[in-house]
């Protein structure tokens, strides 16, 4: 019996070990699979800018040093890309419609709007993988207002998607510390605001906790965060152990979780093993900081913060938004506006998952230390919409009307879609005037699948908030009040 236990317990051990190894084998044959890498992945940009560089301690330090750093970009990578029609959607191909150069100001740079007696300044964060481009529109219409604007360009982003493959959130959070005191400097330190897109909350989160932890004597005078990623998927803690793999000779793409054609001006399609644990990491940061703020009660003088989200986001969680920050604040200034699903057109047999119970459980809860704002539907029977407004610790829900409906064939928002108004003539409802320059909004391709590189699911993404207008005005309104 002893021997027969010995026998069995080796062949369940070779099981075990040759079905590892099996998993592995194919797991490095996918890797190892796929386009090729191309010079913007490759490539590394020695210029960029790390938290420990002694020699960049200011904002016109990183400016600097930003401008050798797209310098570099050119001789390193533009020079060795072909130009003509075969490379017509190549963004790094001198002249193709992708190229960032067609535009008249390249957004992929940080860039700075000063104002004579400005009535604030506001900060601009992108989000990962993004540039300044980002909220852009929001950026012109804030200094048509008054503020002295800067958008950000974060370290790693905005030339090529190698820059994602060594970046780290302590660089990030230093270049937002520098151009923040930059800000403070030139309009005073009760009047400055910070608007971070995705990644960006986070970090205009850092800051703001880092500042209160201290002395809180330059906190931002308030945070509006749009599609905030307060958590991500667990999934993205194993992105360190796929990018460790990288190190080996063949296993390169071991960096990348996805190669992709570059054809987006200011945006990169490829994305790093590097990048998801860095947003990882971020958000595990922020969310042990709020939770040390709030231990032993809600966090009292916290920056009026302002919320817009999407109940559907494929990229961050709208939970980890309540649970990990909302609720822990104290309340009376701050507000969540939660953008519903399109619940006249669609029907809940289709849905992979209904984010009726999270709407249900806010509107049902009388306790929460934040305002809410859902846009939803009226009724079952149109697309008219309202919006169903209740204060902090509040159980009385006002109804106003929203003066918008839902777009024909639109069942939701999504986390790209809401910084860029519809007439954005990148992402916006219709091609642009300017034919030499590529467009990536609404299109409506078809054909059988498999032919383009580009995936269906990336084709049916709204990419542009068709309620933009709604979202700016309570922007402006939120900073007006703030000051």
Not at 281 to 293: D, F, G, I, K, S
Not at 326 to 344: C, K, M, Q, W
Request: charged share 20%; proline share 7%.
């Amino acid at each position: 019996m002893r021997t027969f236990i010995k026998r069995a317990s080796l062949y369940l051990v070779v099981a075990v070990f040759g079905f590892v190894v099996g998993v592995l084998g194919l797991y490095v044959q996918k890797i190892r699979g796929g386009p090729c890498l191309e010079p913007w992945h490759t490539e590394e940009l020695e210029g960029e800018f790390k938290a420990a560089r002694a020699d960049v301690q200011t904002f016109e330090d990183y400016l600097r040093l930003e401008e050798e750093l797209f310098e570099q970009l050119d001789e390193q990578v533009y020079s060795q890309i072909g130009t003509g029609p075969a490379y017509g959607l190549i963004r790094y191909s001198s002249g193709s419609r992708s190229d960032p150069g067609r535009w008249e100001e390249n957004w992929n740079r940080s860039y700075e709007v000063p104002v004579i007696n400005p009535v604030g300044g506001v900060l601009l964060l992108h989000g990962m993988s993004d540039s300044p481009y980002s909220l852009r529109a929001l950026g012109q219409s804030l200094n048509a207002h008054g503020y002295w604007v800067v958008g950000l360009r974060l370290p790693g982003h905005g030339t090529v998607p190698s820059g994602m493959k060594t970046v780290r959130w302590q660089d990030m959070a230093a270049a937002v510390r520098m151009a923040f005191n930059h800000l403070v400097e030139n309009v005073g330190p009760d009047a400055v605001h910070i608007v971070g897109y995705s990644t960006g909350a986070p970090l205009a989160l850092d800051l703001t906790l880092g500042e209160m932890a201290r002395d809180g004597s330059a906190l931002p005078e308030s945070l509006v965060l749009i599609s905030p990623a307060i958590g991500v998927t667990p999934v993205a803690a194993f992105a360190k152990w796929q990018g460790r793999l990288a190190i080996f000779p063949g296993l390169e793409k071991a960096a990348w979780t996805g190669v992709e054609p570059e054809y987006d001006p200011f945006k990169y399609n490829s994305f790093t093993a590097n990048a998801g644990d860095l947003v990882f990491r971020l958000t595990r940061h922020v969310a042990a900081a709020v939770e040390a703020a709030a231990a032993d009660s809600l966090i009292e003088d916290f920056p009026p913060t302002l919320a817009f989200l999407s109940t559907v986001d494929a990229t961050v969680s709208a939970d980890a938004v309540i649970d990990n920050l909302f609720e822990h604040l104290a309340p009376g200034s701050h507000e969540l506006v939660l953008y519903d699903i399109n619940r006249n057109k669609v029907a809940r047999s289709v849905l992979v998952s209904d984010p009726g119970p999270l709407t249900n459980r806010l509107m049902a809860d009388d306790g929460l230390p934040f305002a809410l704002t859902l846009i939803a539907n009226e009724n079952g029977e149109g697309d008219q919409l309202v919006q169903f407004r209740k204060q902090a610790r509040s159980a009385v829900v006002v109804t106003e009307p929203m003066g918008a409906s839902w777009p024909r064939g639109v069942i939701s928002l999504s986390h790209v879609a809401l910084p860029f108004p519809t007439d954005d003539p990148l992402y916006g409802l219709g091609p642009p005037p300017a034919e030499d320059r590529v467009f990536l909004g609404e299109m409506a391709v078809r054909g059988e699948r498999g032919l383009l590189r580009f995936p269906a699911s990336w084709l049916m993404r709204i990419r542009h908030n068709p309620f933009y207008e709604f979202q700016e005005a309570r922007i402006l309104d939120w900073l007006e009040g703030s000051n």
